[in-house]
């Protein structure tokens, strides 16, 4: 179940975004897409709000803010799926 916010609660929720994390792929920052396909930060996010593009969303477990950031990496290839199926 997630916990506060949507962040997992339990240790082998985060052990197992370790293990997606740890592929031998390349995971970029929004920032690093929009640099590369020439889109807005806010054009990537939302292909990723709208599932055209998946997303990991890393836990941020900040007790003193009041705003919720997230900070999202996306993986190469899934990039690429995402370019060929908007192309066609």
Known sequence: MDGLLGLPEREE???S?????DSNEKWLSVKEVSGRLG????????LVDRGH???IVL???SGRR???????????SEIERCIR???V
């Open 66 to 76: 009041k705003r919720v950031y997230r900070s999202m990496r996306i993986c190469e």
């Open 59 to 61: 836990p941020c477990r």
């Open 13 to 15: 929720e985060f052990n």
């Open 39 to 46: 889109w807005s930060v806010d054009t990537i996010r939302r």
């Open 17 to 21: 975004w370790r293990q997606v994390m």
């Open 53 to 55: 593009m998946k997303a």
């Open 85 to 87: 199926t908007l192309q």
